[in-house]
């Protein structure tokens, strides 16, 4: 079965400062990996997905994330966190098999970016 | 990508009574889905809106209580029925082009239940 996990219910950097928003996958095939942000009393927005090619992948609003296959991770960085990017943020993952139209998201992690 | 504009916005409603959330898409999509957002929670995938036949549920949904039409490619309506308090969520339209191609959301429709 698919999964994700994302191991921090809140993450707290300071306005400037390197953010780093963790994810961990577990599928069976190929992984088909996708962050999303949600601002309150809002839909989800697409960030950015990695399906294959090169392991750094760079979205929207200047952040990236790493796929690492043999730590099955999946990480949201960006370099310099600004105010505006305190939302909620979601991993998630398609079903790479059959059943290619299921997205299963992690339960989500809270950024606070302090000024 | 596509836009999708989800109406109502927000309803608070009372118990026993029925609401119907719209999605509209402003381009044909492959695939549509309904998502439930509880409080502080994670999505859940209610079920996916097949274009002119009975959508598919995932576990725990059940078609008497979320009945799903989608007439069309870009158009799809989700009522959730005989409401209770459990019902209170936010209820999100999705969808989708393709195999590899991202989910893209509605803006929600928070429900609540007195």
């Known amino acids: 079965a698919q999964s994700v996990a994302q191991p921090e219910d809140q993450v707290n950097v300071a306005e400037g400062n390197p953010l780093t928003v963790k994810c961990t996958y577990s599928?069976?095939?190929?992984?088909?990996l996708f962050w999303y942000v949600q601002y309150p009393n809002r839909g989800l927005q697409f960030l950015l997905k990695y399906i294959t090619g090169d392991n750094l992948v760079k979205g929207s609003y200047g952040f990236e994330a790493e796929f690492n296959k043999s730590q099955t991770s999946f990480h949201l960085k960006k370099p310099s966190a600004l105010v505006s990017d305190s939302a909620l943020y979601f991993c998630?993952?398609?079903?790479?098999?059959?059943?290619?139209?299921?997205?299963?998201f992690g339960s989500g992690t809270k950024l606070n970016v302090k000024p | 990508s596509a836009v999708i504009s989800q109406k109502p916005s927000r309803d608070i409603c009372q118990r026993g009574t029925s609401l119907t959330i719209q999605c509209q898409v402003d381009s044909q999509v492959t695939m549509m889905f309904w998502y439930r957002q509880q409080p502080g929670q994670s999505l859940t995938l209610i079920a996916t809106a097949n274009q002119g036949s009975e959508a598919t549920y995932e576990s725990g949904f059940v078609i008497d209580k979320f009945p799903i039409s989608r007439p069309n490619l870009t158009f799809s309506t989700l009522t959730v029925s005989n409401m209770s308090p459990e019902d209170s969520s936010i209820y999100l339209c999705s969808g989708s082009r393709g195999r590899n191609e991202k989910l893209f959301f509605g803006s929600g429709t928070q429900l609540s239940v007195l």
């Open positions: 998630a993952v398609r079903d790479g098999g059959n059943n290619f139209n299921k997205f299963y």
């Open positions: 599928v069976s095939g190929n992984p088909y």
